[in-house]
């Protein structure tokens, strides 16, 4: 028995919405039925890519009218209307405008338009008036098409539109102005290598959340004055410099986000003190600098990928709890923004060539910043003649900086001996109540490395008063309590990669453990 078909219309919809919408789908579901043919000619989720379920342009295209007319033939608001495609010939943009205008005649929710354009000589399309008057409009996401040609001369009807993002759509300074205030309800804009503006002003919009700006000319000024914007991501994408910024009566602004060039006339202070209010700042700049000085009394996340060295660092920050130091490869940067920390911690990414210097870098940045209780270190060595500098960190007399956790991790496959130097350094710099070993190969594997970790954390405490813990994080709750090292290879899976070394104090004999 076909019970789905007795279901009510909209429920049957909801159902079709979890199918991945291509036209292939669609069409099969169709031909089960009459009633299967009007559920699907009523959904009102249209999607258009051109993919390979097409044997041509054309076939695509007359797709994209039959399904669009289809639909609109039951005079039903639209819940969403994609069309993603590469326009060749002008011929397809009148099929376009029949459709976007069928469908906009009796309102949509979700609209994407997203054209590329074979050759200069394709015209680019306009999107028609009857746009601005989609009242139930909730999201919009225009790429690669004009505006519509009367938006400066009637009013527009965005009062229900919540996001706006605008991709390569030309833009001058009033235009973003008027259409940001045009949209009260407006939570969220987006605007993406738009050419044409200079500036981004908006003035006493009390809805707007989100700001995000990529671009690739020179955008002199931002000017927001928005009491619930929270987050604000800027994309310098050619390197040109921050504009000029005046955000100072957002006072919601928590999360900033700046990828680009930071001019040397710029200082990294005045940069800073844009967002008076800001507690999560991530920062991915170009910046060739001798020092650079944070004062932030507000600030709590704070991520820098920049080539500046740790020395240069120093930081007026008594609520900061994280810092994260990823001056290597853009493939960490994920990561860290979606680490979790209970406690004041410091991550750091040093890149493929890790020398002494850079620990005596990091020991002096201890110093300055003594509110950290927790130290991450990501370490991709590709050589292991890289480490052996470190030995001469011994000549150094320089007490280790006291810390309640370090957790390393050695994504490398080098020979244990690169391990065990590059162990031998961090505990040069820092003295853990706790350690974590993480690596691609197995401890059991390396079992000197483990040896030597246990016994160089035995020697940082009092002989005879402490203990070392053993824990193997990867095996069951019955095994992970290792009370010495011989037990490690019989208790310890062979996938083990992680293992915990914890600080007990008391009275024993540690000979019996080695």
């Not at 690596?439 to 070392?468: A, C, R």
Request: glycine share 4%; net charge neutral.
């Amino acid at each position: 028995m076909d019970r789905i078909s007795l279901l009510p219309e909209s429920i049957v919809h909801h159902i079709l919405s979890f199918l991945k919408n291509t036209p292939a789908e669609l069409v099969r579901m169709s031909v089960l039925s009459k009633s299967w043919f009007n559920l699907t000619a009523s959904f009102p989720i249209l999607s258009f890519y051109f993919n390979y379920h097409f044997r041509s342009r054309e076939s695509f295209f007359k797709y994209v009218e039959y399904a669009t007319s289809r639909f609109c033939h039951h005079n039903l608001t639209a819940h969403k209307f994609l069309l993603c495609t590469r326009i060749q010939e002008s011929a397809e943009l009148d099929i376009v405008n029949r459709c976007l205008e069928l469908v906009l005649q009796n309102g949509v929710r979700e609209l994407v338009i997203s054209f590329t354009y074979s050759s200069l000589d394709v015209p680019k399309y306009r999107l028609p008036n009857i746009l601005l008057s989609v009242s139930v409009l909730e999201s919009l996401t225009i790429r690669g098409c004009d505006l519509p040609s009367s938006l400066m001369l009637d009013a527009i009807n965005f009062t229900s539109l919540i996001q706006l993002k605008l991709f390569m759509v030309p833009l001058n300074d009033e235009v973003i102005t008027y259409l940001v205030a045009s949209c009260p309800l407006l939570q969220v804009l987006d605007i993406g290598i738009c050419s044409g503006f200079k500036k981004v002003c908006v003035y006493g919009h009390q809805n707007l959340q989100e700001l995000r700006i990529t671009y690739d000319t020179p955008l002199e000024r931002i000017d927001i004055e928005a009491p619930n914007l929270s987050s604000l991501r800027i994309e310098d994408d050619d390197d040109i410099g921050a504009p000029q910024m005046n955000l100072a009566s957002c006072k919601n602004l928590t999360t900033v986000s700046y990828f680009g060039y930071l001019s040397p006339n710029l200082s990294f202070t005045d940069f800073v003190s844009s967002f008076p209010f800001v507690e999560n700042l991530y920062l991915a700049i170009h910046y060739n600098c001798n020092t650079l000085k944070l004062s932030s009394p507000s600030l709590r996340t704070f991520m820098l990928h920049s080539m500046c060295g740790f020395k240069d660092i120093e930081f007026s920050t008594p609520n900061l709890v994280f810092f994260s130091y990823p001056c290597g490869s853009y493939s960490t940067w994920r990561m860290a923004m979606h680490s979790t920390h209970l406690k004041a911690s410091m991550q750091c990414y040093p890149n493929g060539y890790t020398s002494g210097l850079c620990f005596q870098k990091l020991r002096r940045l201890l110093d300055k910043q003594n509110g950290f209780k927790v130290l991450n270190l990501y370490i991709n060595a590709f050589h292991s003649q890289t480490f052996t500098e470190l030995e001469k960190l011994k000549a150094i007399e320089l007490p280790p900086y006291e810390l309640e956790h370090v957790e390393l991790k050695l994504d490398t496959g080098e020979e244990s001996s690169a391990h065990v130097a590059f162990v031998n350094a961090v505990l040069w710099c820092c003295r853990p109540r706790s350690l974590t070993l993480r690596s691609s190969v197995p401890f059991e594997e390396q079992s000197d490395v483990v040896k030597f970790t246990y016994k160089k954390l035995l020697e940082q405490e009092d002989q005879g008063h402490t203990k070392i813990q053993i824990v193997s994080p990867s095996s069951s709750e019955a095994q992970k309590h290792l009370m010495d090292l011989k037990s490690l290879s019989m208790a310890s899976p062979r996938e083990g990669k992680a293992i915990s070394f914890i600080k007990e104090e008391g009275l024993y004999n540690n000979t019996q453990m080695l």
